[in-house]
């Protein structure tokens, strides 16, 4: 299965700042996924990320606040925008390993807006 | 919205004991899947089972599931202090366009 490489794996953001996380993947891989994990909470998807188009978001996501780019098939980026403290939460990004092989995650980004 | 519902939230066992999870569902899936955080840091996968199968092993791990009822449960059998962790369910769902819906999870602690 893929492995992806997550960064940064924590940062401390003042209120009204932008937080870049970026994941690279060792294989090429036509979708990535931007998950959000508040504290305490389980998984929601942000938006999903394809090579050459822009990003697919969820409801009650905006590109405005969680910009993503995907110049190529093994990397991808999540900005967190104006940070407010309600988005302090765990990011991940993830990839389809294969029919039969479940998701693969990245290790995840704790961000604390102060 | 999240898709599935898991219980217990939260279960203590001691250390040898087995340690079972439920997750329900809502909709047609694909496939459903197990996934393991150690303190809030990245998912692991664990297991896959797919809509036309009904139980799958993999070492100390057992899962079934039930497509009727739209639940599936996890065994965890001789369960060991490392087992500490959460444990999320996860439906891949026919027609989801590949994306993952997480359960609530269950928060499963195990004492030496």
């Known amino acids: 299965s893929a492995v992806i490489s997550q960064k940064p794996s924590r940062d401390i953001c003042q209120r009204g700042t932008s937080l870049t996380i970026q994941c690279q993947v060792d294989?090429?891989?036509?979708?990535m996924f931007w998950y959000r994990q508040q504290p305490g909470q389980s998984l929601t998807l942000i938006a999903t990320?394809?090579?050459?188009?822009?990003?697919?978001?969820e409801s009650g996501f905006v590109i405005d606040k969680f910009p993503i780019s995907r110049p190529n098939l093994t990397f991808s980026t999540l900005t967190v925008s104006n940070m407010s403290p309600e988005d302090s939460s765990i990011y991940l990004c993830s990839v389809r390993g294969g029919q039969s092989y479940g998701y693969t995650f990245g290790s995840g980004t704790r961000l604390t807006v102060v | 919205s999240q898709q599935g519902e898991e219980d217990p939230q939260a279960l203590s066992i001691q250390e040898g004991e087995n340690a079972t999870m439920n997750c329900s569902y809502k909709?047609?899936?694909?496939?459903l899947q197990w996934y393991r955080q150690n303190s809030g840091r990245g998912l692991v996968h664990l297991i896959l089972i797919r809509s036309n199968e009904r139980e799958k092993h993999s070492g100390r791990l057992r899962v079934t599931l039930d497509t009727s009822k739209k639940s599936s449960s996890l065994l965890i059998t001789a369960s060991r202090a490392a087992d500490t962790a959460s444990y999320f369910c996860?439906?891949?769902?026919?027609?989801?366009?590949?994306?993952?819906?997480f359960g609530t999870g269950t928060q499963l602690k195990v004492e030496l």
């Open positions: 990320a394809n090579q050459g188009s822009e990003a697919t978001y």
């Open positions: 909709t047609s899936i694909n496939n």
């Open positions: 996860a439906t891949d769902s026919a027609g989801g366009g590949n994306k993952l819906t």
């Open positions: 294989s090429q891989v036509t979708m």
